[in-house]
């Protein structure tokens, strides 16, 4: 078996690609500043926001927020897994990639996933001859024909047969008690009962399981790789329940995949979008009628990584569900977990069909063509559909109807990211209650502390409350993050000095007048670095991972990065871990380093990562890329730190104070008469 493709080779591989060629040659570059444009190939635009820069070697889009580098963009463009992609482009530059031994423990892991997938792939097979097999499929087939399905569409989704029976794959695959247990951990066998309900006795040598699926029609799972991972399984009789699904195995998480993905991808070159349905045969008959973008969710309601991943392959995402409570509810759900990803070139659109029709029923009466005019015509808008949902049964002509809608909505909408689109929701809110955006701004604000209010007064019962996450150019807006030149980030004429979204505000000095001083005669060159009019930097945690992004060599300055990655702020901890990266690797550049943080384990750094490494740490107030010195900065921003860290150890020295005033040491006294006096 293969091995593990050492790190150096990696990082010399990237060290000595150019990605500009090996971009250009799949999608035609425009030299734009110093860096080169196009139109995004993963997602569909008119206006160029895909940027790649020979300087970072990397690549990023401010529409979809696709990046990478050039084995990530052999990944996503040709559709290739990370050896393949690494064997591509070392080839390219006539390199032979060499292989490490595993440790045995990674062997063993390793081994038992290839075997799963390889008894999956060969469960696929049975299932399909069965389907071929006459004997036993006269009923399944002309399941089928009813439903409308040629022989061509069965075929590409790969649907088969378990017959009816107890042990047909048993007999097939699991001959012995070891291979019954390998079905088993795949999710394809059961172990029996006794007759407690508890797991019956082994006994050497002999099976103690059935099959999973019997006398069902067989839809196999597949990942964006193509391999089979588990199946969906649509009963022929009266056995319940009507849909079955496989449970999660160690190559299958239901709520990470979705179903019809790959075979979207194959029919598509480039995914207009993509239409959520909520089962197997909904995706299958789309797909017989032309519509070859349809998708589902594995029997689990479609959450923030199904957004993700379908975001990750189109600009646009239709849910189309049935009318009925349980479709509404479905939506509801859905919208949810799509506001949080709501940035610049993105679209969410909902369609609720006629209670008593589902996308299967209504597109063999209607046809592919009429239905793909349904989405266009009454697919709805996410503002639309989210006023329009919350404001059932409420009158907002009346004052309590006007709160009603705002307590229901504002928190919704706080969940959309800083930009464009999330002011012009709240506007549109705004509108329709009358409320000014200040005053809904100041609900969300009570309803978060009312709930912070609630998990401290009960820890043990409610979960703390999340705190909202900080500005930051990884939240796009329509207008701020699509630059006229991708050497510089502009932003929107915000009038006068006001900061681009996810740069801080500069104020006009640090007070310090509500602490206690450190001292008189405190050097000079410890305060913080006053901020220049007209000039925006992002916020000091995260200033701190731009620059390293942009200037790796700056790590060499701090000696010790647990005292980051050992931090309770996010960010703190990145900027921990990316420090230890270069502190035991010092020589990396942008390029190498950037390669090794997209395996970090925190799918929100991952995403921030790139949004960071493109936008310049410090713009001006027409979002120009201003100069600075990384040294400079990079200190200041330490500083930053440590001063609010002071501030909130002064504080909570001075509640505890306040709180013990009976008990106090004479300097104690001291410290709260002057900090008193300060007050006054």
Same mark, same amino acid.
């Given at each position: 078996?293969?091995?593990?493709?050492?790190?150096?080779?990696?990082?010399?591989?990237?060290?000595?690609?150019?990605?500009?060629?090996?971009?250009?040659?799949?999608?035609?570059?425009?030299?734009?500043?110093?860096?080169?444009?196009?139109?995004?190939?993963?997602?569909?635009?008119?206006?160029?926001?895909?940027?790649?820069?020979?300087?970072?070697?990397?690549?990023?889009?401010?529409?979809?927020?696709?990046?990478?580098?050039?084995?990530?963009?052999?990944?996503?463009?040709?559709?290739?897994?990370?050896?393949?992609?690494?064997?591509?482009?070392?080839?390219?530059?006539?390199?032979?990639?060499?292989?490490?031994?595993?440790?045995?423990?990674?062997?063993?892991?390793?081994?038992?996933?290839?075997?799963?997938?390889?008894?999956?792939?060969?469960?696929?097979?049975?299932?399909?001859?069965?389907?071929?097999?006459?004997?036993?499929?006269?009923?399944?087939?002309?399941?089928?024909?009813?439903?409308?399905?040629?022989?061509?569409?069965?075929?590409?989704?790969?649907?088969?047969?378990?017959?009816?029976?107890?042990?047909?794959?048993?007999?097939?695959?699991?001959?012995?008690?070891?291979?019954?247990?390998?079905?088993?951990?795949?999710?394809?066998?059961?172990?029996?009962?006794?007759?407690?309900?508890?797991?019956?006795?082994?006994?050497?040598?002999?099976?103690?399981?059935?099959?999973?699926?019997?006398?069902?029609?067989?839809?196999?799972?597949? =990942? /964006?790789? +193509? #391999? @089979?991972? %588990?199946?969906?399984?649509?009963?022929? &009789?009266?056995?319940?329940?009507?849909?079955?699904? *496989?449970?999660?195995?160690?190559?299958?998480?239901?709520?990470?995949?979705?179903?019809?993905?790959?075979?979207?991808?194959?029919?598509?070159?480039?995914?207009?979008?993509?239409?959520?349905?909520?089962?197997?045969?909904?995706?299958?008959?789309?797909?017989?009628?032309?519509?070859?973008?349809?998708?589902?969710?594995?029997?689990?309601?479609?959450?923030?990584?199904?957004?993700?991943?379908?975001?990750?392959?189109?600009?646009?995402?239709?849910?189309?569900?049935?009318? =009925? /409570?349980? +479709? #509404? @509810?479905? %939506?509801?759900?859905?919208?949810?977990? &799509?506001?949080?990803?709501?940035?610049?070139?993105? *679209?969410?659109?909902?369609?609720?069909?006629?209670?008593?029709?589902?996308?299967?029923?209504?597109?063999?009466?209607?046809?592919?063509?009429?239905?793909?005019?349904?989405?266009?015509?009454?697919?709805?808008?996410?503002?639309?559909?989210?006023?329009?949902?919350?404001?059932?049964?409420?009158?907002?002509?009346?004052?309590?109807?006007?709160?009603?809608?705002?307590?229901?909505?504002?928190?919704?909408?706080?969940?959309?990211?800083?930009?464009?689109?999330?002011?012009?929701?709240?506007?549109?809110?705004?509108?329709?209650?009358?409320?000014?955006?200040?005053?809904?701004?100041?609900?969300?604000?009570?309803?978060?502390?009312?709930?912070?209010?609630?998990?401290?007064?009960?820890?043990?019962?409610?979960?703390?409350?999340?705190?909202?996450?900080?500005?930051?150019?990884?939240?796009?807006?329509?207008?701020?993050?699509?630059?006229?030149?991708?050497?510089?980030?502009?932003?929107?004429?915000?009038?006068?000095?006001?900061?681009?979204?996810?740069?801080?505000?500069?104020?006009?000095?640090?007070?310090?007048?509500?602490?206690?001083?450190?001292?008189?005669?405190?050097?000079?060159?410890?305060?913080?670095?006053?901020?220049?009019?007209?000039?925006?930097?992002?916020?000091?945690?995260?200033?701190?991972?731009?620059?390293?992004?942009?200037?790796?060599?700056?790590?060499?300055?701090?000696?010790?990065?647990?005292?980051?990655?050992?931090?309770?702020?996010?960010?703190?901890?990145?900027?921990?871990?990316?420090?230890?990266?270069?502190?035991?690797?010092?020589?990396?550049?942008?390029?190498?380093?950037?390669?090794?943080?997209?395996?970090?384990?925190?799918?929100?750094?991952?995403?921030?990562?790139?949004?960071?490494?493109?936008?310049?740490?410090?713009?001006?107030?027409?979002?120009?890329?201003?100069?600075?010195?990384?040294?400079?900065?990079?200190?200041?921003?330490?500083?930053?730190?440590?001063?609010?860290?002071?501030?909130?150890?002064?504080?909570?020295?001075?509640?505890?104070?306040?709180?013990?005033?009976?008990?106090?040491?004479?300097?104690?006294?001291?410290?709260?008469?002057?900090?008193?006096?300060?007050?006054?």
């Amino acid at each position: 078996m293969a091995g593990k493709i050492p790190q150096y080779f990696i990082d010399d591989l990237l060290a000595r690609a150019d990605i500009v060629p090996v971009v250009d040659s799949r999608v035609k570059l425009r030299k734009t500043g110093k860096n080169y444009s196009a139109c995004c190939p993963f997602h569909d635009e008119k206006t160029p926001s895909f940027t790649v820069s020979p300087d970072k070697q990397f690549y990023y889009c401010f529409g979809c927020g696709a990046s990478g580098n050039a084995v990530g963009f052999l990944m996503e463009y040709d559709r290739l897994p990370f050896p393949e992609a690494v064997e591509k482009l070392a080839a390219s530059l006539s390199l032979e990639v060499p292989r490490e031994q595993l440790a045995p423990a990674q062997i063993k892991r390793q081994q038992e996933s290839q075997s799963l997938y390889q008894l999956t792939e060969k469960a696929a097979e049975f299932y399909r001859e069965k389907l071929r097999d006459h004997k036993v499929s006269a009923r399944a087939i002309t399941y089928l024909k009813n439903r409308g399905l040629s022989g061509a569409v069965a075929k590409e989704f790969g649907i088969g047969l378990a017959p009816p029976g107890w042990d047909n794959l048993l007999n097939h695959l699991g001959t012995s008690s070891e291979k019954a247990e390998q079905l088993e951990l795949a999710g394809l066998a059961i172990r029996r009962q006794d007759s407690d309900g508890n797991p019956g006795k082994a006994e050497p040598g002999k099976r103690h399981h059935y099959d999973r699926f019997r006398n069902r029609i067989m839809f196999p799972i597949r =990942d /964006q790789r +193509g #391999r @089979t991972i %588990a199946f969906g399984g649509r009963v022929l &009789g009266d056995d319940k329940p009507k849909y079955l699904n *496989s449970p999660e195995t160690p190559i299958f998480h239901k709520g990470r995949e979705l179903y019809g993905l790959w075979e979207a991808r194959q029919a598509n070159r480039e995914l207009k979008r993509l239409i959520v349905v909520e089962g197997y045969m909904d995706v299958v008959a789309l797909a017989q009628y032309g519509i070859r973008c349809a998708v589902a969710t594995l029997g689990t309601a479609c959450g923030e990584d199904h957004i993700q991943l379908a975001f990750r392959h189109t600009g646009e995402i239709v849910f189309c569900f049935d009318g =009925d /409570q349980a +479709g #509404r @509810t479905a %939506a509801r759900r859905a919208l949810e977990a &799509g506001l949080p990803h709501m940035q610049d070139g993105r *679209s969410l659109r909902f369609l609720l069909l006629p209670e008593g029709e589902d996308p299967d029923t209504l597109v063999r009466q209607i046809g592919g063509e009429r239905f793909d005019q349904l989405i266009d015509e009454q697919g709805r808008p996410l503002e639309d559909f989210l006023f329009d949902l919350l404001g059932e049964g409420i009158n907002i002509q009346t004052m309590d109807g006007r709160a009603r809608l705002s307590k229901a909505a504002a928190p919704l909408l706080d969940l959309l990211p800083a930009g464009v689109y999330r002011q012009l929701m709240f506007q549109q809110l705004a509108r329709r209650t009358g409320l000014e955006q200040d005053m809904l701004e100041e609900i969300i604000a009570a309803e978060k502390a009312r709930t912070a209010k609630l998990a401290q007064q009960a820890p043990s019962a409610a979960a703390p409350a999340k705190a909202p996450p900080k500005p930051t150019s990884a939240q796009p807006s329509a207008e701020g993050e699509r630059p006229q030149q991708p050497h510089t980030t502009e932003y929107p004429d915000m009038g006068g000095d006001a900061p681009p979204p996810g740069y801080d505000e500069p104020p006009p000095d640090y007070d310090l007048a509500d602490l206690p001083p450190q001292g008189e005669d405190e050097p000079a060159a410890q305060q913080p670095a006053r901020r220049h009019s007209g000039q925006y930097r992002l916020p000091a945690e995260r200033m701190l991972i731009a620059l390293l992004l942009h200037h790796p060599q700056l790590a060499q300055l701090i000696a010790d990065p647990a005292r980051f990655r050992n931090s309770n702020d996010a960010d703190l901890q990145l900027f921990g871990e990316i420090l230890q990266v270069l502190h035991k690797n010092p020589g990396l550049n942008s390029n190498q380093l950037f390669g090794r943080l997209l395996n970090l384990e925190s799918k929100e750094a991952r995403e921030l990562l790139p949004h960071l490494a493109m936008s310049h740490p410090i713009v001006g107030s027409a979002g120009q890329a201003l100069e600075y010195d990384p040294e400079t900065e990079f200190n200041d921003c330490l500083r930053t730190l440590e001063t609010a860290a002071e501030k909130q150890r002064k504080r909570g020295l001075l509640d505890q104070l306040k709180s013990n005033g009976n008990q106090l040491s004479p300097e104690q006294l001291a410290l709260l008469a002057q900090f008193r006096r300060k007050q006054d």
